[in-house]
């Protein structure tokens, strides 16, 4: 397809597993995002990536968030020693990057539930 | 400490009507903004945007007005219609680089 592909669309875990979600992004896209949105709240910035640069981890909340691009395309975000506040849905998306309009595509998200 | 604010979670407007969702910002330095509509179980799509070199900004349906001097920016929808209902986050990103900051979003229910 052409949008945005995130996998798994549902994962359920247990307390102190790790857990890795991917995100596809659109072809051509130099730009990728991860944001998360728990229960009742809104879009939370976790980790962008650019081109070759240097990704800006500001918004991860711990060091149990990591998150890996490669080839410039795929990215993994990965949570280890998942806790239960990490539940919330994880959305990707993508975009031209700098320069343009900075239009993003999301995927439809990964709904976490750490049991 | 929030750079983009929605301060209404919620808002309900009859058929027909005008919706006007609201959002505030804080940093100086955002000089692009754009609006962002989700479904539930669905990403966030991109409705409209606006530059900091404009005031208003219309696509049919949708306007967005920006009032620099306020940090202000709104939403109109007119007229609003039931698939309309859906929530709608704010974003802003600086001249200088391309992190978009969201804000929490308002639920809209349009209510025929």
């Known amino acids: 397809g052409a949008g945005v592909s995130q996998s798994p669309s549902n994962k359920v875990t247990e307390k102190g597993k790790d857990v890795e979600l991917r995100c596809d992004p659109i072809?051509?896209?130099?730009?990728l995002y991860w944001y998360r949105q728990s229960l009742g709240q809104g879009l939370e910035f976790l980790i962008y990536?650019?081109?070759?640069?240097?990704?800006?981890k500001s918004g991860l909340p711990s060091d149990r968030f990591s998150a890996e691009r490669t080839g410039g395309s795929v990215s993994t975000l990965t949570i280890q020693r998942t806790q239960q506040e990490d539940s919330a849905v994880y959305l990707c998306?993508?975009?031209?990057?700098?320069?343009?309009?900075?239009?993003?595509?999301f995927g439809a998200g990964t709904r976490l539930s750490v049991l | 400490d929030q750079q983009v604010k929605q301060n209404s979670p919620s808002l309900s407007v009859q058929e027909g009507r005008i919706s006007i969702l609201n959002c505030d910002y804080t940093n100086s330095m955002f000089d692009y903004f754009l609006w962002y509509k989700k479904y539930p179980a669905e990403g966030p799509t991109f409705l409209i945007s606006i530059s900091s070199i404009k005031d208003k900004n219309e696509d049919g349906r949708f306007t967005v007005f920006l009032n620099k001097s306020a940090k202000h920016l709104s939403l109109h929808i007119v007229p609003s219609q039931p698939g309309d209902s859906a929530v709608y986050f704010c974003a802003a990103r600086p001249a200088s680089y391309d992190k978009v900051i969201f804000g929490p979003g308002t639920s809209l229910s349009v209510i025929p």
């Open positions: 998306a993508s975009s031209l990057g700098q320069g343009t309009k900075n239009i993003q595509y």
């Open positions: 072809s051509g896209h130099t730009a």
């Open positions: 990536f650019q081109g070759n640069s240097a990704p800006d």
